[in-house]
């Protein structure tokens, strides 16, 4: 957790895309190390800076045409661009000529593809068998979390987490509901998506992609459709589980006021890094890092653990029970590490 262990390492990453003949290089060259438990902000810059494009290769979606992406240490697997075989044409000097020229072309059409058979096949087949394995890098390790929610609408909240960990693996209702207590929805386990707010429609996104124990969070504008104040809480809740889990997030955003959470501000342009600077998080002071982030989970823990059975105790003394919760809230904040600008 926020070890300082290397999670993913990128060197010299190239994307280029080739569409319509020209040739766009989407990243130029990025080369890029996050550690575990990072909470990195990539601000909104020019459109078409490569943000998507760094997000889709971190999610191992796209494969980049040059350069190494280590996730812990091992090589990512990665995928060539689907062939792009030319259908084989004859200049046409004179309409007239067309029909025979077509029988021509027809034949040769033929032999060429009769010859190449074989290798397209081997071609396509290491493609595809590539693409499997991304598949599973991804969801071994990532979670994505979309600016359109994309939940199932005639599926429960805990319905909608559930699936999410048998697609990737096995179904853990356990964790799926502590995934969304995590996140502030305690309660709400048994509510359809229409039943729920946008922020907290956002809020079961980011529990069902970190249910089954993914990584590393990704977020291309996740709160792009939410007001300034939803936004905030979405953020703070995202933040809390990465902490929490010790995942690492790479969120985009052209919300400024979010890299106070963040411990990494990245600005990206025409593909390359562009500033790479410390956000508002900071890092925390000294050695005794740990020490304190060790005591700060301990004390949000007791805070967690005692208020239960103090309001189960006290029945009908709702405000006493409340007022120590209060208290012990406090202890938890004045646990907080003080932490660098
Ligand atoms: P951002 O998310 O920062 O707006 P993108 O990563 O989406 O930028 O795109 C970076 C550049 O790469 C843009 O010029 C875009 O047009 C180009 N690009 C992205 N995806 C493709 C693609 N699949 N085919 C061709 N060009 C692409
Ligand atoms: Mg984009």
């Known amino acids: ?20 003949g020209e040739t ?17 902000v990539m601000l909104l810059g020019p459109s078409g800076s490569g943000k998507t494009t760094l997000l889709n290769v971190l999610s191992a979606m796209d494969s980049p045409t040059e350069g190494t992406y280590r996730f812990r240490g091992d090589i990512v697997p990665s995928a060539p661009d689907a062939l792009d075989v030319e259908p084989f044409a004859l200049p046409r000097p004179h309409p007239l000529l067309s029909p025979p020229l077509w029988l021509v072309e027809r034949v040769v059409g033929l032999v060429l593809g009769v010859v190449r058979w074989p290798g ?53 209702r356990a ?15 048994q509510r359809f998506p229409a039943e729920l707010s946008g922020g907290q429609q956002q809020r079961v996104a980011i529990a069902r992609s970190l249910a089954k124990h993914a990584r590393l969070l990704l977020g291309d504008e996740p709160t792009g459709n939410l007001d300034s104040e939803t936004t905030q809480q979405v953020m703070k809740a995202l933040l809390d589980i990465c902490r929490k889990e010790g995942v690492t997030a790479v969120i985009v955003t ?6 106070a959470h963040a411990t990494r501000v990245l600005r990206l342009d025409s593909g390359r890094l562009h500033s790479d600077e410390r956000g508002g998080a900071g890092t925390l002071v000294g050695k005794g890092k740990h020490v304190v982030k ?30 120590l919760g209060a208290v012990a809230k406090d202890i938890a904040e004045a646990a907080r590490p003080k932490r660098k600008e």
């Open 254 to 259: 052209h919300d400024e006021a979010l890299t």
């Open 175 to 189: 964790r799926a509901k502590h995934m969304l207590a995590k996140v502030g929805l305690e309660g709400l386990e």
């Open 120 to 172: 397209r096949t081997l071609a396509e087949r290491r493609r595809a068998k590539a693409l499997e394995a991304q598949a599973a890098f991804r969801r071994a390790n990532i979670g994505y979390v979309f600016q359109q929610y994309n939940l199932l609408g005639d599926l429960t909240v805990l319905e909608n987490v559930m699936l999410a960990q048998e697609i990737s693996g096995g179904r853990d």
């Open 294 to 323: 060790d005591v700060l989970d301990t004390a949000e823990d007791v805070v967690e653990s005692v208020r239960r059975p103090v309001e189960a105790a006290i029945s009908g003394g709702v405000n006493t029970a409340k007022a």
């Open 24 to 40: 766009v290089a989407a990243l130029d060259g990025i080369d890029l190390t996050l550690n575990e438990g990072e909470v990195v």
């Open 1 to 20: 957790m926020g070890t300082g262990t290397v999670l993913v390492h990128l060197e010299g990453i190239r994307r280029v895309y080739v569409s319509a």
